[in-house]
């Protein structure tokens, strides 16, 4: 069935009607920008890209549509490599790529990039942006702001600089397998700046108030070893930085790269940053009957220790939630803000709030407590650095991984009666994974329909204990995102 359904989809793709934007398909995980423009030019002028780097895809805008036929002619008739490996093109069913600006093209004279940070795992200062970006482009100023996960920008000294930095980096991975780099132009065609610090820097205003380095607050990431050495002095070398692929017309030489200096974390310096750093996030958009403390802890669990949970009694619907340091928060912000969860769509963002307190503890519509410290649990899953460097982030998907289920029990039956039971979404396919005979426990995937199903269901089924005949203790079920996109 599934098989058919491809080739269906097969079919109805070669029948998009042509366009001058170019869907492409199969890239390699270090492609960058530059090199779908080296090797997409020779079919005609370019005039866009934006990146979709998890899918390993990309959207190419060609100036006239002649170009894009030429493209997607010859990539169905001889393979066509990009950074090394053969990808594969279809006309997009748009017409053109959505700009975030005003600005048609490029060449509109914008020196400012917005830059996305994906799966932001480790900290993002101006230091670690201005050690990627300058050796492209001399970098003039840079405001870091958290409102959709991490974002900053960066203005260059000139619409050149920028062009160029855009190409070598938009798809680039800055630490190798994490904070991911999408790039787009930005709005605003200059920064103000009014401090300099782990925020906002004005490399043309060196005199702008900086607190003294080594004082003040200042946290490790909690995945362990930092892949760049990070200490309290610093982050050591910056050679992980950025491992653009062989063949990048962008190269970084070691006399490029300035050493790198870490500062204590800011106050609020800039008209684009929300606030101040916090290990809080709130959360509004849960559904009354169906989320309650624990099913909030069982999905933010995935990105980073949860110390304790509190819903708002002034506002319905809204939760805050103390995580182990503001990085995880940062990283849940980046996976749950607007995905939907029962229907409703959730918004997760920074709170102002540096530390939940248990005060208008009051009963939830489903009978438990608005309130909970999950400080304690042995369900947090960052409380060492061994622990943290088995959790893979990952966004949310379709397909989950369950692990720590009893070896001698019919699974697919038990999945069954646990989505029944607790009136979630069944799965489509089922997978289970060899052990070893000596195995105490047993490991393997779950399709959903949809990810949003797939949501619902760790939301509910995460942790839940599961018994056995004449057994001493219960076997808590762990579910996780997959890598997998389906089975």
């Known amino acids: 069935m599934g098989g058919l359904r491809k080739e269906r989809s097969g079919l109805d793709s070669h029948r998009i009607s042509p366009s001058p934007v170019v869907h492409v398909r199969g890239l390699c995980e270090a492609v960058v920008e530059a090199d779908l423009i080296d090797a997409l030019e020779k079919f005609g002028s370019i005039c866009y890209v934006m990146m979709m780097p998890f899918k ?53 004279g914008n020196k400012v990039l917005l830059l996305s940070i994906q799966n932001p795992l480790y900290p993002i200062t101006t230091d670690v942006l201005y050690t990627v970006c300058n050796p492209i482009g001399s970098v003039l100023r840079i405001v870091i702001f958290k ?21 070598a980096l938009n798809g680039a991975d800055i630490y190798a397998g994490c904070c991911t780099l999408k790039i787009e132009y930005a709005r605003p065609t200059r920064l103000n700046v009014i401090k300099n610090d782990n925020e906002s820097w004005d490399y043309t205003k060196p005199y702008l108030v900086r607190r003294d380095r080594g004082k003040g607050r200042q946290r490790q990431a909690i995945l362990g070893e930092h892949p760049s050495s990070y200490s309290d002095n610093g982050y050591g070398s910056p050679c992980p930085l950025l491992p653009l692929p062989g063949n990048s017309r962008y190269k970084l030489s070691s006399a490029d790269v300035p050493d790198m200096v870490s500062y204590p974390l800011p106050q609020s310096s800039s008209s684009y940053s929300a606030h101040a750093p916090s290990s809080v996030a709130m959360v509004s958009g849960l559904h009354s009957s169906k989320m309650n403390c624990t099913r909030i802890f069982n999905l933010f669990c995935l990105y980073g220790n949860i110390e304790k949970v509190k819903f708002m009694k002034s506002v319905p619907g809204t939760a805050l939630v103390e995580m182990g340091d503001e990085y995880a928060v940062d990283r849940a912000i980046t996976h749950l803000n607007s995905i939907k969860v ?80 607790h009136d979630v979404p069944g799965f ?56 997998s996109s389906h089975l």
Request: a positive charge; hydrophobic letters at 35%; aromatic letters at 10%.
């Open 342 to 421: 029962f229907g409703k769509r959730l918004n997760v963002c920074v709170s102002k709030q540096h530390a939940v307190i248990p005060s208008q503890v009051f009963e939830l519509e489903d009978g438990s407590s608005s309130y909970k410290d999950f400080a304690m649990t042995r369900n947090n899953r960052f409380s060492s650095a061994g622990q943290a460097s088995k959790n893979i982030i990952q966004p949310p998907s379709a397909v989950l991984h369950y692990y720590n289920v009893p070896p001698f029990v019919t699974y697919s039956l038990i999945f069954w009666q646990l989505c029944t039971e």
């Open 428 to 483: 489509v396919k089922f997978k289970m994974f060899d052990a070893k005979p000596s195995s105490k426990t047993i490991s393997g995937l779950l399709e959903f329909d949809s990810k949003t199903e797939a949501v619902e269901v760790l939301t509910v089924l995460n942790h839940y204990q599961i018994r056995i005949p004449n057994g001493s203790n219960p076997y808590t079920l762990k579910l996780c995102f997959s890598t």
């Open 56 to 108: 390993r895809q990309a959207l190419v805008e060609f100036t006239a549509a002649e170009s894009a036929d030429r493209c997607v002619s010859c990539g169905a008739k001889e393979p066509v490599y990009i950074a090394g490996q053969q990808a594969y093109f279809n006309y997009s069913t748009s017409k053109r790529i959505t700009r975030p600006t005003n600005a048609d093209n490029p060449n509109s």
């Open 147 to 167: 409102r959709n996960g991490i974002q900053a920008m960066v203005e260059f000294e000139s619409v050149q600089c920028a062009q160029k930095a855009k190409a």
